[in-house]
């Protein structure tokens, strides 16, 4: 069975500054799909971004980027310029490609804290 | 667009009574999936339906059943409520297997 890990309960980061969230998972298999999920105090679940395992180039959406490095089974996300409405719960996610029904399995998350 | 649609947002419940939460999305998803949510410990899936027709247990399945009542429907009961069913509860759905999961607001479930 996968299993995701972030081992970062809480981060904060200045208004304007870079902060990495880290995310590090298990799995035997060689095709799946990464992803980074953002959770605001209104509780909804926000795409992020995502990684296909089979791309070299990391991901990039505007200010967050990704670092994926598949042999060390490591995919932290890089928030650039950091903005208040940023402050969220991350959850880093693997999707299994190879079991029925391709669940998503989910890390602890990642409490970041925008500081003005 | 509605999405994912969950129904209730709060519920608090005894000990002991049953509920069922319901979920539906209205994007023709093949896939549905009920999660809980609790601190520390992320989402964890509790039961998924793969297809229409079809359902299978995730990590943590006891205390509940589900039922994928159409393509579009997939509730989640909880036959006598116990207080460690106090969580989050989020149902998600997903087209097919090359696409992120698309999720409701969550419920938020006390059971006292």
């Not at chain 1, 902060?19 to 795409?47: A, G, H, N």
């Given at each position: 069975a996968q299993t995701v890990t972030q081992s970062q309960p809480e981060m904060s980061v200045q208004e304007a500054e870079t902060v990495t969230l880290s995310c590090t998972y298990d799995t035997s298999e060689s095709d799946y799909y990464l992803f980074w999920y953002k959770q605001p105090p209104s509780r909804q679940m926000i795409l992020v971004i995502r990684q296909e395992a089979y791309k070299q180039q990391n991901a990039t959406e505007n200010r967050f980027s990704v670092n994926f490095q598949k042999a060390a089974k490591s995919f932290s996300l890089k928030i650039s310029d950091s903005q208040l409405g940023d402050a969220a719960m991350y959850f880093c996610a693997y999707r299994s490609l190879e079991t029925s029904g391709s669940r998503l399995t989910f890390g602890e998350g990642t409490q970041l804290t925008v500081n003005p | 667009n509605a999405g994912v649609t969950q129904t209730p947002k709060f519920q608090v419940l005894k000990t002991g009574q049953s509920m069922t939460l319901q979920c539906a999305q209205d994007m023709n998803h093949n896939s549905m999936y009920w999660y809980r949510q609790d601190p520390g410990m992320g989402l964890r899936l509790?039961?998924?339906?793969?297809?229409?027709?079809?359902?299978?247990?995730?990590?943590?399945?006891?205390?509940?059943?589900?039922?994928?009542?159409?393509?579009?429907?997939?509730?989640?009961?909880?036959?006598?409520?116990?207080?460690?069913?106090?969580?989050?509860?989020?149902?998600?759905?997903?087209?097919?297997?090359?696409?992120?999961?698309?999720?409701?607001?969550g419920t938020r479930l006390t059971v006292v």
């Amino acid at each position: 069975a996968q299993t995701v890990t972030q081992s970062q309960p809480e981060m904060s980061v200045q208004e304007a500054e870079t902060v990495t969230l880290s995310c590090t998972y298990d799995t035997s298999e060689s095709d799946y799909y990464l992803f980074w999920y953002k959770q605001p105090p209104s509780r909804q679940m926000i795409l992020v971004i995502r990684q296909e395992a089979y791309k070299q180039q990391n991901a990039t959406e505007n200010r967050f980027s990704v670092n994926f490095q598949k042999a060390a089974k490591s995919f932290s996300l890089k928030i650039s310029d950091s903005q208040l409405g940023d402050a969220a719960m991350y959850f880093c996610a693997y999707r299994s490609l190879e079991t029925s029904g391709s669940r998503l399995t989910f890390g602890e998350g990642t409490q970041l804290t925008v500081n003005p | 667009n509605a999405g994912v649609t969950q129904t209730p947002k709060f519920q608090v419940l005894k000990t002991g009574q049953s509920m069922t939460l319901q979920c539906a999305q209205d994007m023709n998803h093949n896939s549905m999936y009920w999660y809980r949510q609790d601190p520390g410990m992320g989402l964890r899936l509790i039961y998924y339906s793969a297809s229409e027709g079809t359902t299978d247990k995730g990590e943590v399945p006891n205390g509940y059943n589900v039922s994928r009542l159409n393509k579009r429907e997939f509730s989640l009961r909880l036959e006598s409520a116990a207080p460690s069913q106090t969580s989050v509860y989020f149902c998600a759905s997903s087209p097919r297997v090359y696409t992120e999961a698309f999720f409701g607001q969550g419920t938020r479930l006390t059971v006292v």
